[in-house]
């Protein structure tokens, strides 16, 4: 039944809809690359995922996580990172709860009871615990070898141990952050030995692995603040706009097949999309995750009929004009004031004329190099534009808000 409660669109950020649209490459990564290896024993560096607000980072990792939590594997909560708060205090939680979770306390011997209380102290006080000079290893080595016995008992298991970090960017304590990334990266880069059949030791890697995800600005603090250590502990991705193809393809159990859903009698009804709806959804959505929820949610709201037409698509859409337009002025507000103008320039400029020499002229320089830092952030960090002959937007909402009347549709 076609109604707010059944509605299969969720837009809101850290959830996974049940309409999902693309990020096959990364799902496919967990799937068939991370776990086997790490389950393997093999090394695999910890993933990072980064993008601009409502590319769909969080809800990218929570469904990882979910599919895992699944396939039996112990797994952290989403551990979003508060402005100002201590990173290792909020991991040292959760890992604590992971080892009671993994009978961790009841077959421990002296050592890791010990091990286990110290934690406890990391979970109280965090990084201050090294600042007050309080007796015992440092917190970060606390939690890494607390992850290691962790480690362990997932390989007795055969299971996987995954940890989602979120809102990274928020980590302001150089110190704090180099000493989490340090604990996180020394678990995944331990060797551990084993007992092969007919008693042969074999070493081999713990079943750890980390998701972090973030604002492309974590790129500059974790990568180049911290070097290559980081680089090589930890693989990052930039989430850019999806294409038109894998927003098609979420939308053609509602076009081809019928989308079942409760109705008031605890039956099932289906609801099915024009075409012409589909395509004024993609239209609309401009290849943002969080605005194909949107579109999809107010078109669904829009009407109770078993059809969601293009009517409804455009109808829903108009109330949701003004969180569209907020959606790409976050991220163009969060842009340093060059960043800003490139993109003011390029967009000033007809498309085939989008050069690198073209937008330094309408940004009042004299060359195009003067201009290839700003472009290359805008490019590899931020995934907004695409350098090449011409440069054109990677961002299709960033584009089409500065250079058309989009969102609106009147």
């Known amino acids: 039944m076609r109604t707010p409660l059944t509605n299969p669109f969720q837009p809101g950020s850290d959830v996974v809809p049940d309409v999902w649209a693309g990020r096959v490459e990364q799902l496919s990564d967990w799937r068939d690359v991370v776990r086997p290896r790490r389950r393997a024993g093999l090394y695999e560096r910890g993933r990072t995922i980064l993008g601009e607000p409502g590319t769909g980072k969080s809800s990218l990792v929570r469904r990882i996580a979910r599919d895992a939590a699944r396939s039996g594997d112990w797994v952290t909560p989403q551990l979003r990172m508060p402005s100002g708060a201590d990173p290792l205090k909020l991991v040292a939680s959760a890992v604590l709860r992971l080892a009671d979770h993994a009978g961790l306390r009841a077959t421990a011997t002296q050592r890791v009871l010990q ?3 110290r934690v406890e102290q990391v979970a109280v006080s965090g990084f201050s615990l090294s600042l007050r000079g309080a007796d015992g290893t440092e917190p970060f080595t606390a939690l890494y070898e607390l992850l290691v016995e962790l480690g362990r008992a ?18 302001a304590d150089e110190a704090a952050l180099s000493q989490l990334l340090i604990a996180l990266g020394d678990a995944l880069t331990h060797e551990t030995e084993v007992s092969a059949p007919g008693g042969v030791l074999l070493k081999r890697f713990l079943p750890i692995t980390v998701y972090l995800t973030g604002l492309p600005d974590f790129e500059d603090m974790a990568g180049s603040r911290k070097g290559a250590t980081f680089a090589r502990r930890f693989r990052t991705t930039t989430l850019t706009a999806l294409d038109e193809g894998d927003l098609r393809e979420a939308l053609q159990p509602f076009v081809m097949n019928e989308w079942d859903t ?15 709806a589909a395509d004024a959804v993609v239209a609309l959505c401009c290849g943002e995750p969080f605005l194909f929820q949107l579109a999809g949610e107010r078109a669904w709201n829009a009407g109770s009929a078993p059809a969601i037409t293009e009517r409804d698509v455009l109808a829903g859409w108009r109330g949701a004009e003004g969180e569209a337009s907020a959606h790409v002025e976050r991220i163009l507000n969060r842009l340093p004031a060059r960043e800003h103008e490139f993109v003011n320039a390029m967009a000033d400029l007809p498309a085939p004329e989008r050069t690198a020499t073209t937008i330094a002229s309408r940004m009042g320089m004299s060359s195009a190099t003067q201009i290839g830092p700003t472009s290359q952030r805008l ?5 907004i534009i695409t350098r ?3 440069y054109t937007f990677r961002n299709r909402a960033v584009e089409a808000y500065l250079t058309t009347d989009w969102p609106s549709t009147r």
């Open 115 to 117: 091990l286990l209380d």
């Open 154 to 171: 997932a390989i007795d298991q055969d299971v996987v141990v995954v940890i989602h970090i979120d809102e990274v960017q928020n980590i």
């Open 262 to 276: 409760p109705d008031d009698q605890g039956g099932l009804e289906t609801v099915r999309m024009e075409p012409e």
């Open 379 to 383: 490019d590899t960090v931020r995934g």
């Open 388 to 390: 090449g002959k011409p």
